[in-house]
């Protein structure tokens, strides 16, 4: 049983609307320790300009909102009264965890220090990033099980309570959920450089993962008759504010609610970075097409110029299949038998150049006149193009 002796902690007043906005309590030392990572952010955005890289200014703001809010987060009301009820230490938790690090690893920090720190650190970061540790530590399922189980893990075991008897202890562990919160951002946003980079379906199918994990602890919370820290909430025997059941169902439904909401902008980031990563391989596929075509690499043939060529059955047998879905643009062609074929009816991408289109025997010229992914020895085994020997 924990005695009143034992929470000695001041009681702070009674919590109103007022005091939601009124209510502080800095730490100096988190304070410089927030400002020193702010100029160090910005100073690297200084000299990554200067080196004619391009950083855009959102990133500065948006790391700069990741800082106020840690700083709100453990030095507002929610801090003045984390020691003394439940929802205001579970919205802490949860906003170390989730909300902060998002904000921050949509900045991009690792890169900045690459890009725009000392070599020895752009060095030293490539390094490590290319460790087996580092591929390791940073593989989907490890990564998601350390996130997943924090949360369980610091409200199911002494760890709570011994935030609550410390300050030290609370902002250890501040500091820890919001590490552990950028790890988790860095690693499925994929925006820094990673040691390993994954499927993005798999961040979507994570993210989901994680909503349950956040509905499941906040029911648990909520519904369940186990009273976390019960003891120490009992012994302070608060003349004001909720039970400490009904502060522990304020706290879950908190818990929850913040935990779900964080997903959506989240998911959001995680959907555009799709997009502008098929968007970018998209457009180098097509230049690398258009380098190949200006080389005499590839010819784009038709209809037209194929037929009467050596392996001109081939080609023009192409060009009924392509016709077919273009309402008879084209025609077939068997044996000795020719119908005309529209001459803007493109055929196919050949890997070769000009002069060799036509060259050859049949067998050889229809090899040609087959579209290039038919060729491709990655894409043709793939999809039954080319058998395998």
């Given at each position: 049983m924990v005695t009143r002796a034992l929470t000695a902690v001041p009681l702070p007043a009674p919590l109103t609307g007022a005091r939601l906005g009124s209510a502080w309590r800095v730490n100096p030392t988190v304070g410089v320790i927030l400002l020193v990572l702010a100029v160090l952010y910005v100073s690297g955005t200084l000299v990554a300009r200067r080196r004619g890289?391009?950083?855009p200014v959102y990133r500065t703001i948006v790391f700069l909102i990741g800082l106020a809010v840690f700083a709100w987060t453990t030095m507002s009301?929610?801090?003045?009264?984390?020691?003394?009820?439940?929802?205001?230490r579970a919205v802490q938790i949860i906003m170390l965890l989730m909300v902060a690090p998002l904000f921050l690893a949509l900045a991009m920090p690792v890169r900045?220090?690459?890009?725009?720190?000392?070599?020895?650190?752009?060095?030293?970061?490539?390094?490590?990033?290319a460790t087996r540790v580092a591929a390791l530590v940073t593989f989907p399922a490890v990564v998601s099980i350390m996130f997943l189980v924090t949360p369980f893990t610091v409200y199911f075991s002494p760890i709570y309570e011994d935030t609550l008897r410390s300050r030290g202890a609370a902002w250890v562990?501040?500091?820890?959920?919001?590490?552990?919160?950028?790890?988790?951002y860095w690693t499925r946003l994929r925006l820094d450089p990673v040691p390993k980079e994954y499927p993005h379906l798999v961040s979507v199918w994570i993210t989901f993962a994680e909503a349950i994990a956040d509905g499941a602890l906040g029911l648990t919370l909520m519904f369940g008759h186990h009273l976390i820290a019960g003891d120490w909430y009992t012994a302070l025997n608060k003349p004001w504010g909720p039970t400490p059941k009904q502060d522990q169902v304020w706290g879950g439904g908190a818990l929850w609610l913040i935990g779900d909401l964080a997903g959506v902008p989240f998911l959001g980031a995680l959907?555009?970075?799709?997009?502008?990563?098929d968007r970018d391989k998209a457009a180098q596929v097509d230049a690398e097409l258009d380098a190949m075509e200006a080389a005499?690499?590839?010819?784009?043939?038709?209809?037209?110029?194929?037929?009467?060529?050596?392996?001109?059955a081939d080609v023009v047998g192409s060009a009924a299949a392509i016709g077919s879905a273009a309402a008879g643009s084209a025609a077939a062609v068997e044996g000795d038998e020719t119908v005309a074929v529209d001459a803007?009816?493109?055929v196919s991408i050949s890997h070769t150049s000009a002069a060799t289109v036509g060259a050859g025997g049949s067998g050889e010229a229809a090899k040609r006149t087959r579209p290039w992914w038919e060729t491709d020895p990655v894409l043709g085994r793939r999809y039954g193009f080319i058998e395998e020997e």
């Open positions: 890289e391009r950083w009301f929610l801090g003045v009264y984390q020691q003394v009820m439940f929802w205001p900045l220090m690459i890009e725009g720190g000392p070599r020895w650190l752009a060095a030293a970061v490539r390094w490590a990033l562990l501040s500091f820890v959920l919001s590490g552990l919160g950028f790890f988790y959907w555009r970075r799709m997009f502008d990563e005499g690499e590839i010819v784009y043939g038709t209809a037209s110029t194929a037929v009467g060529a050596p392996g001109a803007s009816t493109p």
